[in-house]
């Protein structure tokens, strides 16, 4: 019986891409580098912000371009309002919903942990998650298992009773490399391929199914 849910935060639990959008073509502009269309940021999503920035960066990526873009990309989003960052639809319901079945809710994302704070205080105030883990340098990111783990010994379960919940190959990574269960939500950033990847159990196309499996 599944007793703990560890949800990926952008594109499973919130959709965020818009305001990093804006903030990386921001930065981007300033230094005189091209800017992307949303459709070309989603394939660099879902690494950690070195890797991402590294893949927006393109052919002008170096060690010194991402160091640079990053530090501007970060003031530029933390000083943001960023009002275009907003759960999925459902998504409170179905947290109160397993909340209320007595099941364990974790967040695991290569997003900094005190962004991921921000996001949980601001819109899930009454969800109380045993663990928000986000990406804490120097330790590892996902697809890494370091997040995963900690999280399963905070919450006091085995393995088996963990399910991973996310909407890329970098989430299929992360619980195959755990050794925990996956669910793959069709509603994210991931593509044809991710959704077609012989790991998850299941490939969901409505948050509410989540609740159901933990019956």
């Known amino acids: 019986m599944k007793r703990l849910a560890i949800f990926d935060f952008d594109g499973t639990l919130f959709d965020s891409i818009c305001d990093v959008v804006k903030c990386y073509n921001k930065t981007l502009e300033l230094y005189g580098f091209p800017t992307l269309t949303r459709r070309e940021y989603i394939p660099c999503l879902g690494g950690n912000i070195d890797e991402i920035t590294s893949l927006v960066l393109g052919e ?3 060690a010194e371009n991402v160091e640079k873009v990053k530090k501007t990309y970060l003031d530029f989003y933390n000083s943001s309002p960023k009002d275009l960052t907003v759960p999925f639809p459902n998504a409170l319901e179905v947290l109160r919903e397993l909340r209320d079945k007595n099941v364990l809710l974790a967040i695991n994302s290569n997003r900094l942990t005190y962004s991921l704070n921000e996001f949980v205080e601001r819109f899930f105030p009454d969800i109380d998650f045993v663990a928000v883990e986000g990406h804490n340098p120097p330790h590892p990111s996902k697809p890494h298992p ?12 085995s393995l088996d009773e963990a399910v991973y919940i996310g909407d890329s190959i970098t989430d299929i990574r992360t619980a195959e490399n755990a050794g925990v269960d996956c669910v793959l ?17 299941e490939v969901i196309s409505d948050m509410f199914e989540l609740v159901g499996m933990f019956d």
């Open 60 to 62: 002008n990526s170096s």
């Open 185 to 201: 939500v069709s509603w994210g950033y991931g593509n044809e391929n991710d959704l077609k990847n012989d790991y998850p159990t």
């Open 146 to 157: 370091c997040g995963v783990n900690n999280i399963v010994e905070k919450a006091g379960v």
